[in-house]
């Protein structure tokens, strides 16, 4: 253990000692002189009975435990004033999966998010531990938040998607907010919309260290109708080869109503990335999702260990007060 301000220990001792001096060490010679007070002749007998013994010596006895616990509170005092501390060497183990939220936000999904959000929030709640990212995309795809820990901003951000998808159902799709068309529409007039592939495929990319860290686990959460309105770069077969290729694996949630071929197209595309499909409300739900990802296998993170330092205040505090209390008992029992 080590005391960060080492000065107070030298106060400590400087208060000590002066309490010590002027408590046990007279200033002046005692003449027998008495200058105050009403002289008592022949205490003598007095001083021989045992009740009168008695009661000087649990005087003195308890005079002396006043002064020493007062000069103990002094001491615990300056010592924790010091700071005290310990320094002890963490090693760092984390075991933990990145995991990108992927939301298609054309209109034609709107059925699927009405609902889906919630439990995107949900997953993001039971889920605590991982990194998380998020992307909603539509002509174009945008990484609304990279990975990060930060759970409650991830949340945060689903909140405003959630409002503002909203507002564009309230208004009868008059009104379509920025933060949902900005950048996800770019070159839509030509390209069309619902570019399935593009979206899957750029949340791949949009992991950290893919190359550097290939056996880091990641996952991504990919929600749409898988109704493809324009002509993708990447389709959504080629965008799962990307997943195999980089160690990703995808899980979709699509929408009820899709018909057989997008659903098996889907479906397939999933499982070749080591995923799964769910048809929401159907085949699966933001439980089945959690229960299904917690299955697969954590990376294994080891960090630099670190060195940390921790005050060490609890025992003097509880000596301290121990101190505190025993005086005014001390003090009590000394006038009976």
Same mark, same amino acid.
């Given at each position: 253990?080590?005391?960060?301000? =080492?000065? $107070?220990?030298?106060?400590?001792?400087?208060?000590?000692?002066?309490?010590?001096?002027?408590i046990?060490?007279?200033l002046k010679?005692? @003449?027998?002189?008495?200058? !105050?007070? !009403?002289?008592?002749a022949?205490?003598?007998?007095? @001083?021989?009975?045992s009740?009168? +013994?008695? +009661?000087?010596?649990?005087y003195?006895?308890?005079?002396?435990?006043?002064?020493?616990t007062?000069a103990?509170?002094i001491? $615990?005092?300056?010592f924790?004033?010091?700071?005290?501390?310990?320094?002890?060497?963490?090693?760092?183990?984390?075991y933990?999966?990145?995991?990108?939220?992927?939301?298609?936000i054309?209109?034609?999904?709107?059925?699927?998010?009405?609902?889906?959000?919630?439990?995107? =929030?949900d997953?993001?709640?039971? $889920?605590?531990?991982e990194?998380?990212?998020?992307?909603? &995309?539509?002509?174009?795809?945008?990484l609304?938040?990279p990975?990060?820990?930060d759970?409650?901003?991830?949340i945060?951000?689903?909140?405003?998607?959630?409002? @503002?998808?909203?507002?564009?159902?309230?208004?009868?799709?008059?009104?379509?907010?920025?933060?949902?068309?900005?950048?996800?529409?770019?070159g839509?007039?030509?390209?069309g919309?619902?570019?399935?592939?593009?979206?899957?495929?750029?949340?791949?990319?949009?992991?950290?260290?893919?190359?550097?860290?290939?056996?880091?686990?990641?996952?991504?959460?990919f929600?749409?109708?898988n109704?493809?309105?324009?002509?993708?770069?990447?389709t959504?077969q080629?965008?799962?080869?990307?997943?195999v !290729?980089?160690?990703?694996q995808?899980?979709?949630?699509?929408?009820?109503?899709?018909n +057989?071929?997008?659903?098996?197209?889907?479906?397939?595309?999933?499982?070749?990335?080591?995923?799964?499909?769910?048809?929401?409300?159907?085949?699966?739900?933001?439980?089945?999702?959690?229960t299904?990802?917690?299955?697969?296998t954590?990376?294994?993170?080891? !960090?630099?260990?670190?060195?940390?330092?921790?005050?060490?205040?609890?025992?003097?505090?509880?000596?301290?007060?121990?101190?505190?209390?025993?005086m $005014?008992? &001390?003090?009590?029992?000394? +006038?009976?």
């Amino acid at each position: 253990m080590e005391i960060r301000y =080492k000065i $107070m220990i030298y106060i400590a001792i400087a208060v000590f000692a002066a309490l010590f001096i002027l408590i046990f060490v007279p200033l002046k010679k005692n @003449k027998g002189k008495f200058k !105050k007070g !009403k002289k008592v002749a022949n205490t003598f007998y007095v @001083k021989e009975e045992s009740y009168y +013994k008695r +009661k000087i010596a649990a005087y003195k006895v308890l005079t002396f435990m006043m002064i020493f616990t007062c000069a103990l509170s002094i001491v $615990m005092s300056c010592f924790m004033m010091g700071r005290p501390y310990r320094t002890e060497t963490v090693e760092e183990e984390n075991y933990r999966r990145d995991i990108i939220l992927c939301i298609d936000i054309s209109s034609s999904v709107d059925s699927l998010n009405a609902h889906l959000i919630d439990d995107l =929030k949900d997953i993001v709640e039971n $889920m605590q531990g991982e990194r998380f990212g998020l992307v909603i &995309f539509n002509t174009s795809p945008v990484l609304l938040v990279p990975l990060t820990d930060d759970y409650q901003y991830i949340i945060d951000e689903l909140n405003v998607i959630q409002e @503002k998808l909203e507002e564009r159902w309230n208004s009868g799709f008059s009104f379509e907010s920025d933060y949902i068309t900005s950048g996800t529409q770019i070159g839509s007039e030509y390209r069309g919309s619902s570019l399935i592939g593009d979206g899957l495929a750029s949340a791949v990319f949009d992991f950290q260290d893919l190359e550097e860290e290939a056996d880091r686990t990641r996952l991504i959460i990919f929600s749409t109708d898988n109704e493809l309105n324009g002509t993708p770069f990447v389709t959504l077969q080629e965008a799962s080869e990307l997943c195999v !290729k980089h160690n990703v694996q995808a899980y979709g949630i699509g929408v009820r109503d899709m018909n +057989k071929k997008r659903r098996i197209e889907m479906q397939e595309a999933m499982e070749n990335t080591g995923g799964k499909f769910y048809e929401y409300g159907i085949s699966g739900d933001c439980a089945a999702i959690v229960t299904d990802i917690e299955r697969e296998t954590k990376t294994y993170v080891n !960090k630099e260990p670190k060195v940390e330092e921790i005050e060490v205040l609890r025992a003097p505090f509880i000596i301290l007060l121990g101190c505190t209390a025993a005086m $005014m008992v &001390f003090t009590r029992l000394a +006038k009976h």
